[in-house]
């Protein structure tokens, strides 16, 4: 084999397993219901430094947790569906920016929309890592006593939504999740 198609073969078989990797075959509403609460925090608001978003704030309520960075590519693809999301007022949703620069995240909001409730601050990655993230957009939703009842990894598109994450919100709203 020449040098130019080892590369092509080498390429190629990356990208088959990162696709694979970043693929969720796991149903939402098939998901085994995890007992893991996400971690106590509290971190500057990304608009407000001077206040907080705190871990105890998403309690008390099914709710969504979206993870992202204005590095993200994907996170900009799977931006408008979370303005959706947020129209459609079926839950509400947090952000958490994602080792990202303040004023940068700010003018992507300013610009694209801001879907989030409230959106914490996370520079360091610190929150991050301690929910698990491997890599951005993650979108996690939380039952009311804030125990994560599903990790979604990659973006969130219109199919997606309405045939399983939607079904899993309204599941738990009504069980009182």
């Excluded at 007992?35 to 705190?54: D, V």
């Excluded at 952000?95 to 959106?119: E, H, M, Q």
Aim: proline share 5%.
């Amino acid at each position: 084999m020449n040098p130019k198609s080892y590369l092509i073969v080498v390429l190629l078989s990356a990208f088959v397993v990162a696709g694979l990797g970043l693929r969720n075959d796991e149903s939402p509403l098939s998901a085994a219901k995890s007992a893991k609460q996400i971690p106590s925090f509290s971190l500057p608001k990304l608009r407000f430094p001077e206040q907080s978003l705190a871990s105890s704030e998403v309690l008390g309520e099914i709710t969504l947790i979206n993870v992202w960075a204005t590095w993200c590519v994907p996170c900009r693809q799977e931006h408008g569906m979370l303005l959706q999301i947020a129209r459609s007022g079926e839950v509400s949703i947090y952000g958490l920016n994602y080792k990202d620069n303040r004023d940068d995240a700010i003018r992507w909001l300013d610009k694209l929309g801001d879907p989030f409730v409230s959106t914490g601050f996370d520079d360091s990655g610190r929150v991050g890592a301690e929910l698990g993230v491997y890599g951005v957009p993650e979108t996690y939703i939380l039952r009311s006593d804030g125990s994560i009842a599903y990790k979604h990894v990659g973006i969130i598109t219109d199919e997606g939504w309405a045939k399983s994450l939607l079904p899993l919100v309204r599941k738990l709203k009504e069980t009182r999740g």
